[in-house]
């Protein structure tokens, strides 16, 4: 194991070593993996706008997961997708909020027994190999390690750690993901703003610029989106948009514009409730083309499959639900989706994903042994 960088994030752990030798000392009972000789599993969701990372303690494989769950801890950082703010900003987001996690818990990484890092971004087998790579730097060679893309980690919160089934995320970024009880995958959209994240809070938000620059330039409708944005980014008119927008292109700041569209959509604006409607149509559609690929309907569309549905774009707003439409849409085709709002954060459905793997690879070595 190495240390991948700054030798001050991981402090903390010289100092629960020396605690627990004092302990030892005077009888204490310290165990090996520990503080308190208790086995830990690292679930993290890094995310465009925000990274997670919960602490959960490993409980035994052959017994149900407790309810609740047995959360030791939880940190946040900033962003942490390698594509929004490079590899050596996402890395060091994600160091820290690991060692925050562990120091929340008085947890060292002789403790944690796997990580699961489920993360926006991770889209090829060469970006799995990268980060496991830099994670193995980190961590002891007993850990086990996962790396996944961060929707298999929201489809993991709704189903509690069974992948099968569709997640839609629809926050800063959009991605459908599936998954058939025989491992097969495949997923639509999620390819970032550039290639059309559309349906996503960044994607409605920059059609809604767009709107506006085309109503000032009497091109498109004139829309109340102008005043309302104008006002929020305490701009005067709608050519300092442009200005705005290039100085500072970032995915989340763009996508912060969401709640105001939705407001002048719930107000009746017609270009805006056309941006929300277009939203709807491309967030179904990716559901839509993931389950036909899978077949998850079955043969007649009309099998049941489990719909995670995960993200700010899909919480219902007053009058406009957005995730409600993208269902009722969906069901026009597929009518046995059953839709799941989750109970636990991505982060925790990462960490359900650590357990899982690990349960089955006790099995497998139980049964060859």
Known sequence: MKRYRNRQIWEFEHELNMMAASSYSVGGRILNGGVYGRKVILGIDGGTAST?????????????????????????????????????????????????????????????QAVCLSASGVDHPKDQHHILTWLREIFPMHVR??????????????????????????????????????????????????????????????????????????????????????????????????????????????????????SCADAGDLAAINILFDAVHELASSVKAVVARLELCGEDGKDPFPLVMVGGVLEANKRWDIGSEVINCISKDFPGVLPIRPK????????????????????QEASTS
């Open 344 to 363: 636990v954060e991505p982060a925790v459905g990462a960490a359900l994903l650590a357990w899982s793997s690990l349960m089955r690879q006790c099995h």
């Open 52 to 112: 997670v990372c919960i602490c959960m303690s490993l409980t035994p494989f052959d017994q149900p997961l407790p309810d609740p769950l047995p959360i030791l801890a939880r940190a946040v950082a900033g962003c942490s997708n390698h594509n929004s703010v490079g590899e050596s900003a996402a890395r060091e987001t994600l160091e820290n909020v690991m060692a925050d996690a562990l120091a929340k818990s008085r947890s060292t990484r002789a403790s944690v």
């Open 145 to 262: 390690l996962f790396v996944e893309n961060d929707a298999v980690a929201a489809l993991s919160s709704g189903t509690m750690g069974k992948l099968h089934g569709c997640v839609l995320i629809a926050g800063t970024g959009t991605i459908a993901y599936g998954f058939t009880e025989d491992g097969r995958e495949a997923r639509a959209a999620g390819a970032g703003p550039v290639l059309g994240d559309w349906g996503s809070a960044y994607g409605i938000s920059a059609q809604a610029l767009t709107a506006v620059i085309r109503a000032n330039d009497g091109r498109g409708l004139q829309t109340t989106l102008t005043q309302n944005i104008l006002d929020k980014l305490n701009l005067s008119s709608p050519d300092e948009l442009i200005g705005w927008t290039y100085s500072d292109p970032s995915w989340a700041r763009i996508a912060a514009l969401l709640p105001i569209v939705v």
